[in-house]
């Protein structure tokens, strides 16, 4: 089964913080992506890509940066963070023409902006 | 563009009766389907997906059928257990992510 883990697994920032968000799979997938979950909105992409270096704008970026630095590791950025922003973040990772392109999902980071 | 629907956000069912979440979809290629569970302060999981060869997949009691004729994937279950309670994604792929697309989600509750 694929691992995909996340840290920290729960944060709490001020308005204009800096936020980080990590994530590593090592099941050398090549596809990673992070997610937001809401109530009400379901699973949301932010940002993914498809390996290192490579970074792709998912369906609600603003205010978001990523960067994949190897192929195993996967992180977003919040520059300025807002109340907005509160949120569960998801990581997952698949490999298209594996298993269907099955993403599997790492635990999920909370995250509070006050 | 590609979609997935999901008509119902929340469905509460009472314990021993059947389970059915709807699932529609809308794609250009000829995609594999999904369902995802995500039961409460955990992250989702792959509950079944459809089939290259039309088999009908099946895990832990749960169901569903691709129908392509009416672009469908419903989840059944003939009688929900109270461990049934969680989020249900339905989920689309096609050829690689710019096709992977999750519905909104529905809430399950199983009542005694």
């Known amino acids: 089964e694929a691992a995909v883990t996340q840290s920290p697994r729960n944060k709490v920032t001020v308005t204009g913080g800096n936020v980080t968000l990590s994530c590593r799979q090592t099941?050398?997938?090549?596809?990673m992506y992070w997610y937001r979950q809401d109530t009400g909105h379901g699973l949301r992409l932010i940002h993914y890509?498809?390996?290192?270096?490579?970074?792709q704008i998912g369906d609600v970026p603003d205010g978001y940066k990523a960067t994949r630095t190897t192929q195993e590791d996967f992180f977003l950025l919040l520059e300025l963070a807002s109340p907005s922003q509160t949120s569960l973040y998801f990581c997952?990772?698949?490999?298209?023409?594996?298993?269907?392109?099955?993403?599997?999902f790492g635990p999920g980071t909370r995250l509070l902006v006050l | 563009g590609d979609s997935v629907t999901q008509t119902e956000g929340l469905v509460t069912l009472t314990e021993g009766l059947p389970v059915m979440l709807n699932c529609t979809y809308q794609?250009?290629?000829?995609?594999?389907l999904f369902w995802y569970v995500q039961h409460l302060n955990e992250a989702p999981k792959l509950l079944l997906k459809?089939?290259?060869?039309?088999k009908r997949p099946e895990h832990q009691g749960f169901h569903a059928t691709l129908h392509k004729s009416s672009s469908s994937f419903h989840l059944q279950k003939s009688s929900a257990q109270l461990s049934d309670s969680a989020l249900y994604y339905c989920?689309?792929?096609?050829?690689?992510?710019?096709?992977?697309?999750f519905g909104k989600g529905t809430s399950l509750t199983v009542i005694p």
């Open positions: 890509s498809y390996g290192a270096g490579n970074l």
């Open positions: 099941n050398s997938h090549n596809y």
């Open positions: 459809s089939f290259t060869d039309n």
């Open positions: 989920a689309l792929s096609g050829a690689g992510y710019q096709n992977f697309y």
């Open positions: 997952a990772s698949s490999d298209p023409g594996e298993d269907q392109d099955t993403q599997y």
């Open positions: 794609s250009t290629y000829s995609p594999f």
